[in-house]
């Protein structure tokens, strides 16, 4: 009886070493928030736009072609509703995306990407006014452009 009940815990302090470490919760509350939010269409009532467009490119090729995608190309998937019609590829760009997003008071939205760079608008929640998504827009890019991984930054009025 004794040496089931060792190798009962035995084999749970086994198990327990071999569970994968729990991700911090503004790292996977980021995650799903950026797949939920690359998935709609903006704006919606939970959302709040930039009128300005962010271009940036990253440092690294195989970024910049996961998040290659046309206007059209972006909107049809979008209007699917359906995380299945985006290509697989585009989730290691978003999640490189996170990643440079990480702890940050805005999220970005991609309006387009070419092999080269992407476009994206400054996204808060719809109870930020539209002066504060302004205001967030310049210190925006100075923390864009401040990232390592990040190679150009650049503000596009529309």
């Keep these: 009886m004794k040496r089931v009940a060792w190798l009962i815990s035995l084999l749970s302090v086994v198990l327990v070493s071999c ?3 729990p991700q911090s919760t503004t790292e996977s509350g980021l ?8 998935l709609q269409l903006l704006p ?3 959302w709040r736009l930039s009128t300005a467009v962010i271009e940036l490119s990253f440092c690294r090729n195989p970024v910049n ?4 995608a ?27 995306l996170q990643q440079v997003l990480a702890g940050q008071p805005f999220m ?8 080269s760079a992407q476009r994206y608008r400054l996204v808060m929640p ?6 504060d998504v302004a205001e967030q827009l310049f210190p925006a890019v100075a923390t864009l452009a401040s990232k390592r991984v990040i190679c150009h930054t650049a503000v596009i009025e529309q």
């Design 108 to 115: 970005l939205w991609q309006t387009d990407g070419t092999v």
């Design 126 to 131: 719809a109870s930020a006014s539209k002066g």
């Design 65 to 68: 072609e996961a998040l290659l």
């Design 70 to 96: 046309s206007q059209m190309e972006l909107n049809n998937w979008r209007l699917t509703g359906d995380e299945t019609a985006f290509p697989p590829y585009r989730k290691d760009g978003l999640q490189q």
């Design 31 to 38: 995650d799903t928030t950026m797949q939920q939010l690359d």
């Design 19 to 21: 569970s994968p470490a």
């Design 44 to 46: 919606n009532e939970q």
